[in-house]
């Protein structure tokens, strides 16, 4: 299902569109890829365009406690454990599949609020379970 060089830019463009409406997010490439920052500090997004051979675009995302696991286990085809970085409980969510950008965009925060300073975090908009 690669598409790199017709749909992949727009799951890019998305993805930059969601990243960079966040408190002070940054970008800039890391390991060869769109990776997105939260202010000065930790990355909260990297874009993983068939990376190493991966058989789906993705985005890799730091996730709380549990939560990759959940989320592989309700939704396999959507959701995987990323190399390098899954061992840290980070999920990788599967872009060229028609992803459901409002639940992208809503782990993209989640990713960003463990992961950003309390300052920045003070910034967005509580959460309706706040």
Not at 40 to 58: E, I, L, Q, R, T
Request: glycine letters at 10%; proline letters at 8%.
């Amino acid at each position: 299902m690669r598409n790199a060089a017709g749909r992949g830019g727009d799951w890019l463009a998305r993805l930059r569109e969601i990243c960079m409406a966040l408190p002070e997010a940054g970008e800039k490439l890391s390991h060869g890829e769109p990776t997105w920052f939260a202010g000065k500090g930790k990355v909260f997004a990297m874009y993983d365009n068939y990376h190493h051979g991966a058989p789906h675009a993705s985005v890799w995302l730091p996730a709380p406690p549990g939560l990759q696991e959940a989320l592989i286990e309700s939704d396999p085809e959507r959701f995987w454990r990323p190399p390098y970085v899954g061992h840290k409980g980070w999920v990788a969510i599967v872009l060229d599949t028609e992803p459901d950008w409002g639940v992208v965009a809503g782990l993209i925060e989640q990713s960003f609020r463990l992961v950003a300073s309390a300052k920045l975090v003070a910034k967005l908009p509580a959460r309706a379970a706040e």
